[in-house]
T-cell receptor, first 115, second 118 residues
Framework: AQSVTQLDSHVSVSEGTPVLLRCNYS??????LFWYVQHPNKGLQLLLK??????LVKGINGFEAEFKKSETSFHLTKPSAHMSDAAEYFC?????????????FGQGTELSVKP | GAVVSQHPSWVICKSGTSVKIECRSL??????MFWYRQFPKQSLMLMAT?????????EQGVEKDKFLINHASLTLSTLTVTSAHPEDSSFYIC??????????????FGPGTRLTVT
């Protein structure tokens, strides 16, 4: 069965320093993978998605993620954090065939950005 | 493109009353809509999947008689919380998945509805 694990429940960085949010997936096939961001009391916004076209995926707001099949990882990075990046981040994968389009969510990583 | 709206954005109701939440896809036709519930500091929990014109499929442990879902058109799904109680207070989020032209797995999320039952 498909599963997604976010390795850190909380990450704290200083403004202007790099961001790394880690995600590992478990799948018997190359999946689609997504990163979504959620600001407090808001819905989810798609940051980027991997669909096997390219292993390095660039998203909005300077975020990018690299799909590494050998490590079953899809870590999210940003070179320089901004205060507005403080939010909850979810790594998400499709539930798989015959799952009716369901998504599997990681547990979420809360990103704090210190001035 | 691919915008999903929810209404209301927040609602307060008294215990025992029913509340209806609407989810609309504004610029695409949503063959499938999903309803999630989110508790503070937690991930999203899928409640049910609804396909236009058919009965919703509920996840294990979700009471279908309490959380009524209707997906009457390709742009509208509603969630009605019947006889609401304080433990139903939560953040409810819908999402929609479109027809061809959109990624087959990508879901577009609404802004959420904060329900508080007093």
């Amino acid at each position: 069965a498909q599963s997604v694990t976010q390795l850190d429940s909380h990450v704290s960085v200083s403004e202007g320093t790099p961001v790394l949010l880690r995600c590992n997936y478990s799948s018997s096939y190359s999946p689609s993978l997504f990163w979504y961001v959620q600001h407090p009391n808001k819905g989810l916004q798609l940051l980027l998605k991997y669909t096997s076209a390219a292993t390095l995926v660039k998203g909005i707001n300077g975020f990018e993620a690299e799909f590494k099949k050998s490590e079953t990882s899809f870590h999210l990075t940003k070179p320089s954090a901004h205060m507005s990046d403080a939010a909850e981040y979810f790594c998400v994968a499709p539930g798989g065939y015959n799952q009716g389009g369901k998504l599997i969510f990681g547990q979420g990583t809360e990103l704090s950005v210190k001035p | 493109g691919a915008v999903v709206s929810q209404h209301p954005s927040w609602v307060i109701c008294k215990s025992g009353t029913s509340v209806k939440i609407e989810c609309r896809s504004l610029d695409f036709q949503a063959t499938t809509m999903f309803w999630y519930r989110q508790f503070p500091k937690q991930s999203l929990m899928l409640m049910a999947t609804s396909n236009e014109g058919s009965k919703a499929t509920y996840e294990q442990g979700v009471e279908k008689d309490k959380f009524l879902i209707n997906h009457a058109s390709l742009t509208l799904s509603t969630l009605t919380v019947t006889s609401a109680h304080p433990e139903d207070s939560s953040f409810y989020i819908c999402s929609a998945r479109g027809k061809q032209g959109l990624s087959s797995y990508e879901q577009y999320f609404g802004p959420g509805t904060r329900l508080t039952v007093t």
